[in-house]
């Protein structure tokens, strides 16, 4: 399905004011740890890096705990289609951005579902510190 066979990939679309990325999957197996968890990571840059990445037409990647999380590609033969070229099993993933995510937040939303096993969901937050306005935290939420 992709050149890299892992069978992701991702079309930009706009719908509603906001650029959703419409996921197809195919060929994603594999099982996420049992039970609830929640976690916060901090990163510099990483949203604000995305975002250029797409814009600019790169690969952008995101790592939680030295693990790829997921990476994009732009497909040079598809205008406008981003290629998910690596995923963590089991996990499907869905990327929209909005102005304002929720209440007080905004920037990417990333949602990603854990066949059969619950949901995870990861926001990109950005700093409170305005002398830091690159900095953002990455709450990752699993629940069962």
Known sequence: MT????????????VAGAAVCAVAVAGCAGQMGRGSSRALYTVAGVMEVYRQDLVQGKSAQLWLDQQMLFRL???PEVDG?????????????VLSESPRVSSGEWGLLLQARAFGQGNVQIRYLPSAEQEKPRDYTIEVSVRK
């Open 3 to 14: 050149r890299r066979g892992f069978g992701f990939w991702g079309e930009w679309r706009r």
């Open 73 to 75: 590609e732009k497909d």
């Open 81 to 93: 289609r981003w290629e998910f070229v690596g995923c963590t099993p089991g996990v499907l993933l």
